[in-house]
């Protein structure tokens, strides 16, 4: 296993929660959009203990960027990571990451489960290929909603954002189920790409499969 100590270029907040961290990128450092590493946080007692996180930026960029939620209330490496600032130093790992685009589909995503979705349509987008490719984004509220201007700008009305806690005037209440997928999505026969919370993927899986949908054709983070 590789490790790679970078330092924080830069760390803005994106959302009340979510922090974009620009890293230095090692020499020879290469991932696909929707891939991932590991992050450790060094000379610290979390120094063992190593997350994941996906690659938010793209690869032909000269540094590395992430988007990641903030749980102060854990007590953990995303709280610890919420508190570091230019110049310190995190260590990255080898690349890996089962999410990669395969063709023109349906995006579903939960939370920060919309991390692996944001390098892929940033590609996308540059290379004026989105597409009939379509989002459904799902979030307590509104404020949750992670870099929202951008999915307004890449996607347009093919992104669809669903709010499980609040009413908000032209977004959609309520949660992703097997009724919601079949009042939304005609064709089950695309490909479909789901990443959120564990029983949120397991749900949505398994409801795509008794809609005629093929496991082949449906790509999960393993």
């Known amino acids: 296993m590789s490790t ?10 994106v959302t009340h929660n979510v922090r974009q ?3 230095e990128k090692p020499k020879g450092y290469a991932f696909i959009p929707g891939q991932a590493t590991e992050i450790s946080i060094p000379d610290s007692k979390w120094q063992d203990e190593r997350r994941p996180f996906t690659f938010t930026g ?3 960029w000269d540094y590395l960027q992430f988007t990641i939620k903030i749980y102060p209330d854990r007590h953990g490496v995303t709280d610890q990571l919420g508190h570091l600032k230019t110049g310190d130093v995190v260590v990255l790992h080898d690349v890996w990451g089962a999410i990669q685009y395969k063709g023109e589909g349906t995006f579903i995503a939960g939370g920060a489960g919309i991390t692996p979705f944001i390098a892929i349509f940033r590609q996308l987008h540059k290379d004026g290929a989105i597409g009939k490719n379509q989002l459904f984004f799902s979030n307590k509220t509104e404020k949750d909603i992670i870099l929202r201007r951008d999915w307004d700008e890449w996607l347009g009305p093919q992104a ?8 908000v005037p032209g977004l959609v209440s309520g949660k992703m ?6 009042t939304h999505i005609t064709d089950f026969n695309q490909h479909f790409y789901i990443c959120g919370p564990d029983q949120m993927v397991s749900d949505i899986k398994q409801a795509l499969e008794h809609l005629g949908s093929k496991g082949d054709l449906v790509t ?3």
């Open 4 to 13: 790679y100590p970078v330092r924080i270029i830069s760390a803005t907040y």
């Open 21 to 23: 961290f620009k890293l």
């Open 58 to 60: 793209l690869n032909e």
């Open 160 to 167: 669809h954002y669903i709010l499980s806690q609040e009413n």
């Open 177 to 182: 189920d097997e009724a919601f997928l079949k």
């Open 220 to 222: 999960v983070e393993i």
